[in-house]
């Protein structure tokens, strides 16, 4: 018996075969396939190509090769790509002039034997619901819609008003010195256009200056405000003044060059003007300072970011505006100088401003041991400082 069902079954699909081959030769058929594939190549919807494909079609269903079922001798449309609700046939029983009706998601139109307007209707709603859906904005969602708020590298409001007034500034200073600014005159513009404290405008000066020349013309004073200042940040500010233009990075060479004015203009350091040498030690403590706070990087290279994460420019500016140096706790007060200072001094026996391992190992009256002493002065340690 299973051997009889499967003769049976060879033999019914060997005449399938036979029946598709003859179906394939049909020129009609061909022209079919044909269209299908270049509808296919072009990315449009494979919906009721029968009817776009000219008078030959009809024959084609007549002859039958185009459907295995044939309902009445009216031929079944070709099979339709998924589209959420299924196609049918209508339970209605048969249209207008006895032509059975399709059923599509709630539509009934004429089975694709006597396809006429009908048809071509149904091919506009198939290729309507095949094709992409676009959504087209409503009132609601353009009354709803809400403004950007995030502009990358656009500049804020209150960093376009403080050019203007910036800009307002310059021409001021410009109008009342048309030749230029010489030293004296050129403060303002570091102060109020740069924002920089008064001790940094003789630096400034020193950069923007040509050789041979005592003023700054306004085209230099232009060029580094467009390329450094405008819409820039305090702290980038600061970070472009201070760094030398062959490094992306603040070394404490460059500290020391841009404060040693500070010790010769501010009235809470008059009394070190006598003794050089304090001075020099005073200016190492607070450079070595501001590195121990924000160096994170612990590579002697203070970066941009350092200086946004920083105080410094505050403290500057507060270092600026405050004659008592020693009310300024962050970095600059010289009493803090002071006690690292006689500190340290009680700890080099040979004052050579060095702290080797014999002279570390008295700090806290001998409560180190030698392996901790060993560790912080190690090559490998990752700070070593002159006032500990």
Sequence with gaps: MAAQDERLVCSSQAKLDELFLHWLSLPEAQQYVLTLLTNARKGKPLVNVIADSGSSAPHLLEAGGLSPKNRGGIASPP?????????KLSP???????????????????????????????DAVMADRQAPAVRKPTATAVAAHIPRFFT???????????????????????????SGLTNESFKPFAVKVCGFPSFFAQELFGKLVLPGQSVVTRAK?????????????????????????????????????RLAVLLDTHPGLDFLKATPEFQDRYLECVVERIYYVNNRACNDKLSVHDLTLSNLVRVLKYVDEEQDINKVLDYFSYEHFYV???????LDA?????????????????????????????????CVCVFV
């Design 79 to 87: 099979p339709r790509s998924p589209t959420g609700r299924s196609h």
């Design 221 to 257: 004073c232009m060029q580094w405000w467009e390329v450094h200042m405008k819409h820039k940040k305090p702290e980038v500010r600061l970070f472009h003044l201070l760094r030398d233009p062959k490094n992306q990075f603040v070394t404490r060479a460059d500290w020391k060059r």
């Design 340 to 346: 690292l200072y006689c500190k340290f001094w009680e």
């Design 152 to 178: 990358p590298r656009q500049p804020s409001k209150d960093a376009v008003d403080s050019a203007q007034g910036e800009m307002s500034e310059i021409d001021c200073l410009f109008s009342a010195n048309p």
């Design 92 to 122: 209605e029983g048969p249209g207008k002039d006895g032509v059975p009706m399709w059923v599509d998601g709630g539509h009934t139109a004429p089975a694709s034997g006597a396809m006429g307007k009908e048809g071509a209707h149904e």
């Design 350 to 382: 040979d004052h050579d401003f060095l702290l080797d391992r014999d002279d570390l190992v008295k700090l806290c009256n001998y409560t180190l041991t030698y392996r901790i002493v060993d560790r912080c002065v190690c090559v490998n340690a990752w």
